[in-house]
């Protein structure tokens, strides 16, 4: 009886851990540069990718390069990577190549950002605040693998791990939302709204995570915004 006892405290312990939390509202905030901030996500889908569309809002405060959503492999660390390059742009990367797209400077106000991709054709589109940029090509035919680690607030430079201070993000990132398929136009800007399309990857409203290091769940700065403006 007491071992059955000990591990139902701890089946309980990892479901708080890693338990499904509705975030709507809320942000992680990274205060600080650091190297031991950041935010574990557990996706509830495991099958590998043929098609993907990760959509979140950022606002960040440095004057400098950092990463934005990290999903890394065993077998490739940056299987998806959304990067922020000071002087060039945001660069999206698929199975290590990566494409850019050009951007003088981050807005200061908080952005809502949607990648997209699909094997098929290699089609990759980047959305930001519902407004879509020129189409590109990347990894025709890869395949996205599993058993992911998908990171918020640095890059991973190994799995799980490799962080770096100089790429860390300083400030917040809220309503991560991830498929397994690539969204219409008219679906990204109804998320970009404030309306959800059944996330079958990462869902905001149910999310499994961790925080570690000085990671803080703080009210949304941009609903806010959203609210005083209309």
């Known amino acids: 009886m007491e071992k059955l006892l000990w591990c139902l405290l701890i089946t309980i312990s990892f479901s708080q851990a890693f338990g ?74 698929v199975g290590g190549p990566e494409i850019l797209f050009s951007a003088s400077e981050i807005p200061e106000v908080p952005t809502h950002i949607c990648a997209t991709w699909e094997s098929a054709t ?38 799980g791990g490799g962080f770096d201070t100089n790429q860390s993000l300083v400030g917040d990132i809220g309503d991560v939302n991830m498929w397994d398929f690539v969204l219409s136009p008219e679906q990204i800007n109804a998320v970009y709204v404030g309306r959800v399309f059944s996330p079958n990857v990462l869902n905001w409203r149910a999310l499994k995570y961790e925080t570690h290091g000085d990671v803080f769940i703080k009210p949304q700065l941009w609903t806010l915004t959203d609210c005083c403006e209309s």
């Open 20 to 93: 499904h939390e509705d975030m709507s509202k809320q942000a992680f905030v990274f205060p600080g540069v650091s190297a031991t901030a950041y935010v574990s996500l557990e996706a509830e889908s495991k099958k590998p990718l043929e098609a993907f569309t990760v959509c979140l809002y950022a606002h960040a405060d440095v004057s400098r390069s950092f990463s934005i959503f990290s999903y890394a492999t065993k077998t490739s660390f940056n299987e998806i990577l959304l990067f922020w390059t000071r002087g060039q742009g945001f660069s999206i990367a």
């Open 122 to 159: 290699g089609i990759v589109e980047l959305w930001l605040d519902g407004k879509p940029r020129v189409r590109k090509s990347l990894q025709k035919g890869y395949i996205v693998g599993t058993n992911a680690s998908i990171i918020l607030g640095q890059e991973q430079d190994s799995y």
